[in-house]
């Protein structure tokens, strides 16, 4: 795996498959505010995934607003990168598990996957995938996703 200080922007993070950084995920409440949260995130096939519990406030907003912005920074949550866009699904089935199996990496993937596992079981626990934004809009697959709901 690449050292984190030659990664430093988001694009060049999702270039790197299997990389693992903290992200400044900012969801937007129903007035538009944004809403900046860091969160352990994992990148695989040029996505970004990542859990929370799905009784956040996080997962609500995400739920009513699909759109998110995302930005390397510290576990802290202080920026290192310039923001970019993204469009965030919530997985479920398989394709939640296998985002699990990927966010274990490392002895702290391991141990939030723990805490995540006793403390949100099942569908106690939101995961989700991130895709880029590009040319300021949504894959024509994205659109056609989020019309239908």
């Known amino acids: 795996m690449a050292k984190r ?8 993070m999702l270039a790197k498959p ?3 950084h903290s992200v400044l995920l900012t969801s937007f409440r129903r007035n538009g505010q944004g809403v900046g949260s860091p969160v352990g995130a ?12 799905a009784s956040s ?11 998110v912005t995302l930005a390397l ?3 802290q949550g202080n920026v290192l990168s ?4 993204g469009v965030a699904r919530r997985l479920s089935g398989e394709e939640a598990r296998h985002a699990r199996k ?7 993937g391991r141990m939030w996957n723990i805490i995540f596992s006793l403390r949100y079981p099942g569908d106690k626990t939101a995961v989700y995938e ?10 024509q697959e994205e659109e056609e996703e989020y019309s239908i709901h």
Do not use: Q
């Not at 200080?5 to 060049?12: E, N, V």
């Open 5 to 12: 200080t030659t990664i430093d922007t988001i694009p060049a």
């Open 18 to 20: 299997g990389t693992t």
């Open 42 to 53: 994992v990148v695989a096939n040029g996505k970004m995934y990542f859990m929370t519990p």
């Open 57 to 67: 406030w996080k997962a609500r907003r995400i739920a009513n607003n699909p759109h």
């Open 73 to 75: 920074c510290t576990f």
């Open 82 to 85: 310039p923001a970019v866009e």
């Open 102 to 108: 990927m966010l274990r990496v490392g002895i702290l």
């Open 130 to 139: 991130v895709s880029l934004v590009t040319e300021g809009r949504a894959s």
